[in-house]
């Protein structure tokens, strides 16, 4: 079964520092990657997708991961964050045919002024 | 073009009762997805339908069911509510079932 790791509960920054928030996945088949945030009270926002093509995908609000096969990896990066920024991120993978999606537990971006 | 939407955007209902949540996918979206999430916690999925069919089905008992509409939207009912159901339910919708667009979610709390 799919499986997705969030090492990271919490994750302090100061503003205009870079932030890596990592995800791994687990998966023998081909996936699907995808990074979400969530404002308090509030759905989930699409950030980023991989589906296919360039491991370097670029998202929303200077987002940007790397999908890396061999490490069976995706982090999301920014290099300056912003107070806005503060929120929780979920990583999420699909795999196989067109059914679940895997959410891992979350990691919540602290911007700190 | 509007977002996803969900109906209602808060409930409070008491152990036992029955509850039906909805959901409007974006226009041209046939798949919908639900997902659960507890507080403190990553969604959970519950039910996928496209095409008005049940393309998946999460780990949740038999208390819960769904249903797609022609025109594409759904509900999701829990039957015996329990204090556990309390959480927020996301629907999601997707052209095929691939990139999923979330909704603002109904928070359930059952006393």
């Known amino acids: 079964a799919q499986s997705v790791t969030q090492l990271d509960s919490q994750v302090p920054v100061f503003e205009e520092a870079p932030v890596e928030l990592r995800c791994n996945y687990s998966?023998?088949?081909?996936?699907?990657l995808f990074w979400y945030v969530q404002y308090p009270n509030q759905g989930l926002q699409l950030l980023l997708k991989y589906l296919s093509g360039s491991t370097l995908v670029k998202g929303i609000n200077g987002f940007e991961a790397e999908f890396n096969k061999s490490q069976t990896s995706f982090h999301l990066r920014k290099p300056s964050v912003h107070i806005s920024d503060t929120a929780e991120y979920f990583c999420a993978a699909l795999s196989g045919g067109y059914q679940k999606v895997t959410f891992g537990t979350g990691t919540k971006l602290q911007v700190i002024p | 073009d509007a977002g996803v939407t969900q109906s209602p955007t808060h409930l409070i209902k008491t152990r036992g009762q029955h509850v039906t949540l909805r959901c409007s996918p974006i226009s041209g979206h046939k798949s919908v997805s639900w997902y659960q999430q507890v507080l403190g916690q990553g969604p959970q999925f519950i039910f996928q339908?496209?095409?008005?069919?049940?393309?998946g089905r999460g780990n949740f008992p038999d208390r819960f069911s769904a249903r797609q509409f022609p025109n594409y939207s759904s509900e999701l009912n829990v039957n015996a509510l329990l204090l556990g159901d309390s959480a927020l339910y996301l629907c999601?919708?997707?052209?095929?079932?691939?990139?999923?667009?979330f909704g603002p979610g109904t928070r359930l709390t059952v006393l």
């Open positions: 998966s023998s088949v081909s996936v699907y």
């Open positions: 999601a919708s997707s052209p095929q079932g691939d990139t999923q667009y």
């Open positions: 339908y496209y095409e008005k069919e049940e393309r």
